[in-house]
């Protein structure tokens, strides 16, 4: 999933103090850190055409994977194709945190692809802003290809993917991580 792609460097702010608290220190903490950001393809469908498109934040020990979908509560668990970049981008599936138990995660990308303003909700409740991303310099084709986002692994301690869809990614990402070991050279 998601061959065709490019990372950049970025950096984010976290909204702290100007909004509700998650239950998460990465979320809850102001902060301003450099992290990695990866916007990809699902499929090599042809240019223009529509396509499920993926938004992959790395930051510190944590992966973020947003996929194009909707704000609304009951389509953000919806994989959406669009032909363009900007537009909402969500987790799908939950996140358990102390405060809110199941939180959602999501990012309203600007047009033009640079800027995104990360949100998160309840199961049904609203998107609430808690960070800010700016994407930087195109990171090389050879760092970009190297990339490989872990979900279920790099997780934060007070931010950690439950439920159906998490629990059935988990063996996906566990065959990955082992295909990339034995792949490496010696």
Same mark, same amino acid.
């Given at each position: 999933?998601?061959? =065709?792609?490019? &990372?950049?460097? /970025?950096? =984010?702010?976290?909204?702290?103090?100007?909004?509700?608290?998650?239950?998460? !220190?990465?979320?809850?903490?102001?902060? +301003?850190?450099? =992290?990695?950001?990866?916007?990809?393809?699902?499929?090599?469908? %042809?240019?223009?055409?529509?396509?499920?498109? #993926?938004?992959?934040?790395? @930051?510190?020990?944590?992966?973020?994977?947003?996929?194009?979908?909707?704000?609304?509560?009951?389509?953000?668990?919806?994989?959406?194709?669009?032909?363009?970049? !900007?537009?909402?981008?969500?987790?799908?599936? /939950?996140?358990?945190? %102390?405060?809110?138990?199941?939180?959602?995660? #999501?990012? *309203?990308?600007?047009?033009? !692809?640079?800027? /995104?303003?990360?949100?998160? &909700?309840?199961?049904?409740?609203? @998107?609430?802003?808690? &960070?800010?991303?700016?994407?930087?310099?195109?990171?090389?084709?050879?760092?970009?290809?190297?990339?490989?986002?872990?979900?279920? #692994?790099?997780? &934060?301690?007070?931010?950690?993917?439950? #439920?159906? =869809? *998490?629990?059935?990614?988990?063996?996906?990402? +566990?065959?990955?991580?082992? !295909? +990339?070991?034995?792949?490496?050279?010696?």
């Amino acid at each position: 999933m998601h061959p =065709v792609g490019r &990372a950049f460097t /970025a950096t =984010v702010e976290a909204a702290a103090g100007r909004g509700p608290r998650t239950g998460s !220190g990465l979320l809850d903490r102001p902060t +301003r850190r450099r =992290v990695v950001v990866r916007l990809s393809k699902a499929t090599a469908t %042809p240019r223009g055409w529509p396509d499920v498109l #993926g938004l992959a934040i790395r @930051w510190g020990r944590f992966d973020l994977l947003l996929s194009s979908s909707s704000r609304r509560p009951l389509l953000r668990h919806l994989f959406l194709p669009r032909r363009r970049v !900007g537009g909402f981008y969500s987790s799908l599936a /939950a996140y358990r945190t %102390p405060r809110h138990g199941r939180l959602f995660l #999501g990012a *309203q990308l600007d047009p033009d !692809g640079r800027c /995104a303003t990360i949100a998160a &909700a309840t199961r049904f409740g609203r @998107w609430r802003p808690v &960070a800010r991303l700016r994407l930087g310099r195109r990171l090389s084709r050879r760092r970009s290809a190297r990339l490989a986002f872990d979900p279920i #692994g790099n997780t &934060a301690p007070d931010l950690r993917p439950v #439920g159906l =869809v *998490q629990r059935l990614r988990e063996p996906v990402y +566990r065959g990955s991580r082992a !295909g +990339r070991r034995s792949s490496t050279p010696a």
